[in-house]
């Protein structure tokens, strides 16, 4: 309770996604990626259960608020951003769409058996996957193979798989086409005003542009 008395909504919700995640910033021991490898402190159920039974106190309202968006599963910094740039309302400078499940296990029936893959964002009910690609530019001949492998065995079961890289994200542009082609996915409209494109903007400098 004591952060969701000091940090804003944004900030209160992106340690939310670190706690529930299995990632912990640490700049200093990996300078560049920023984040380590850890299991999940919490849930996002565990931090629903405690903010009920603590109505009344300072803070609680905030906390609320933050775990509306707040996911389990996160498991890196970017997918955190990614997952609020879509999934905030407008007025905070989202797009609004449905918390996806994050990291979820796909299985898929193929003819030599089944095959589990993870989905990054993915939305079980409409079969849609975003894939998070960190580092395009630097794929092996290997890894290269076994992305259109899996994207080829996903296709074969329903899933649409779309492919968000870090260039994307860090691009307005570049990402309003993410959020159409999602929202032909979903089959959401995507409205826009001078008003969200400015909560948009506060938004990315928020999410991605921190010291």
């Known amino acids: 309770m004591q952060l969701a008395c000091e940090l804003s909504l944004i900030d209160l919700m992106m340690v939310?996604?670190?706690f529930c995640g299995g990632y912990r910033l640490d700049k200093e021991n990996d300078p560049e990626q920023g984040f380590r490898k850890e299991p999940a402190l919490t849930s996002v159920a565990k931090l629903n259960s405690f903010v009920a039974r603590a109505t009344g106190l300072?803070?609680?309202k905030n906390a609320r608020?933050?775990?509306?968006y707040i996911a389990d599963g996160a498991d890196s910094p970017m997918e955190t951003a990614l997952t609020l740039l879509l999934?905030?309302?407008y007025r905070h400078g989202g797009y609004g769409f449905a918390l996806p499940r994050l990291n979820y296990h796909i299985e898929v029936d193929l003819p030599a058996g089944k095959q589990t893959y993870r989905g990054d964002l993915y939305w079980p009910k409409e079969r849609?996957?975003?894939e998070y690609d960190s580092d395009t530019y630097h794929a092996t001949t290997e890894r290269i193979n076994r992305d259109a492998?899996?994207?080829?065995h996903l296709s074969l079961a329903g899933v649409s798989v779309i492919t968000v890289t870090r260039t994307q994200i860090m691009n307005v542009a570049r990402m309003r086409v993410v959020?159409?082609?999602?929202?032909?996915?979903?089959k959401k409209r995507l409205r826009y005003s001078p008003e969200f494109i400015l909560r948009q903007?506060?938004?990315?400098?928020?999410?991605?542009?921190?010291r």
Not at 65 to 68: H, N
Not at 179 to 186: F, G, H, M, T
Not at 201 to 210: A, G, I, M, V
């Open 16 to 18: 939310g996604y670190e």
């Open 58 to 60: 300072k803070g609680c």
């Open 65 to 68: 608020k933050a775990l509306r």
């Open 87 to 89: 999934c905030l309302p």
């Open 128 to 130: 849609v996957d975003i």
């Open 149 to 152: 492998t899996r994207r080829t």
């Open 179 to 186: 959020a159409e082609l999602l929202s032909k996915k979903l």
């Open 201 to 210: 903007f506060e938004l990315r400098k928020q999410l991605l542009y921190r």
